[in-house]
């Protein structure tokens, strides 16, 4: 059964839920400001590798606190990462050299949904409002009234409340529980969605789809293919840090970190990121990390440290140019289709995605 080990990890969110559809919560317990961004890394532009999805103890479905799940993220390298609790905006405790800033994963578990799910799945619908404005730090205290129990409805809602936070929305794992396929993906994105998560890397995440379901990169190109102007993601939706060794050893599943991320093009402050995300200056990995893409006007350019496999995609999902090597580059002019983008794989099985490039 797809995500079915999640499922259970997420009895904390269905709490976290209910309280979130009371208006009368106060956050539980005082929430310390953001630390403002080392001023040396804030004057120009760099390449920034981020985590736009994880969890600490707010969420109900992780133990640890959320000093020490960003000290994990900075000793592993992130220059930056977005906290997003179950229902709760996190603000980053002081102190730390990486920048963290405050996000939410708008968690709808909800007992019905049209269409309803298959047998043994249920309607799970996450969304995260990313960056949102630090003084809304605490509970998630009220969801507007859905109108109907359409998927696109509820996820719409969301897609409220993450305007009212002032975030980013990226729509959250959409094949598990197959929470949303292409044609819902191209209807949000005329509400007002700007990401999904392609690669959430947490094992149960059904990215490849099966034999019934598209993959999320098939998803994404049938969104693209249909209007859509959508910025793909890669994520680890992390629950587990230094406790990961201890449920290993219990036999138990553990959701552990940098497996998925992204890496944008942007200075090492908020506004800056945030701005980058909107415009698609980033792009999504799973483990490769490339030298610099460039989307500028009609051309798509890719540089690589070392040798590797650039595949450059369009409408439907074609291969259109496959070249191997440290640098690869591709005109719209050189296809008929609505947009291009590229997939970039090393020699270890890793991969990196661009966003695309339209016609305008």
């Given at each position: 059964m797809p995500g079915a080990s999640r499922t259970r990890a997420l009895a904390g969110a269905l709490a976290a839920w209910a309280l979130a559809c009371s208006r009368g919560e106060a956050p539980a317990g005082p929430v310390a400001a953001a630390p403002e961004a080392a001023p040396q890394d804030m004057t120009e532009k760099s390449w920034l590798k981020g985590q736009l999805h994880m969890h600490t103890a707010n969420s109900g479905d992780s133990e640890t606190p959320p000093a020490e799940a960003l000290r994990?993220?900075?000793?592993?390298?992130?220059?930056?990462?977005?906290?997003?609790?179950?229902?709760?905006?996190?603000?980053?405790?002081?102190?730390?050299?990486?920048?963290?800033?405050?996000?939410?994963?708008?968690?709808?578990?909800?007992?019905?949904?049209?269409?309803?799910?298959?047998?043994?799945?249920?309607?799970?619908l996450h969304v995260n409002a990313l960056i949102v404005a630090e003084e809304r730090a605490g509970r998630v205290k009220y969801f507007p009234e859905a109108r109907s129990s359409a998927r696109e409805e509820l996820f719409t809602r969301a897609l409220r409340v993450n305007e009212d936070l002032g975030g980013v929305a990226m729509l959250n794992h959409p094949n598990f529980h197959y929470a949303a396929d292409a044609a819902l993906l191209t209807a949000l994105a005329n509400s007002g969605l700007r990401l999904f998560e392609l690669a959430n890397e947490a094992i149960d995440s059904n990215n490849a789809g099966d034999a019934t379901h598209p993959s999320t990169e098939a998803l994404w190109d049938a969104a693209l293919g249909a209007g859509a102007r959508l910025f793909a993601a890669a994520t680890d939706d992390a629950h587990h840090y230094y406790d990961a060794p201890l449920l290993a050893r219990r036999f138990e599943t553990a959701y552990t970190g940098d497996r998925g991320f992204v890496v944008v093009h942007a200075r090492r402050e908020a506004a800056a990121i945030r701005a980058a995300l909107l415009a698609g200056e980033f792009y999504a990995s799973n483990g490769l990390m490339l030298s610099a893409v460039r989307r500028e006007g009609e051309a798509l350019e890719v540089e690589a440290a070392q040798p590797v496999t650039v595949e450059f995609v369009g409408a439907g999902g074609e291969v259109l140019r496959t070249v191997q090597g440290t640098r690869a580059r591709m005109t719209l002019a050189e296809t008929k289709g609505p947009y291009l983008r590229a997939r970039v794989r090393d020699g270890a099985g890793k991969t990196a995605w661009t966003q695309p490039i339209w016609h305008e």
């Open positions: 994990w993220y900075e000793e592993h390298g992130f220059d930056f990462v977005v906290v997003t609790d179950h229902n709760f905006v996190t603000a980053a405790p002081p102190g730390g050299r990486m920048l963290a800033l405050p996000g939410v994963e708008l968690t709808q578990n909800v007992e019905a949904c049209e269409p309803p799910p298959e047998p043994g799945l249920q309607c799970l």
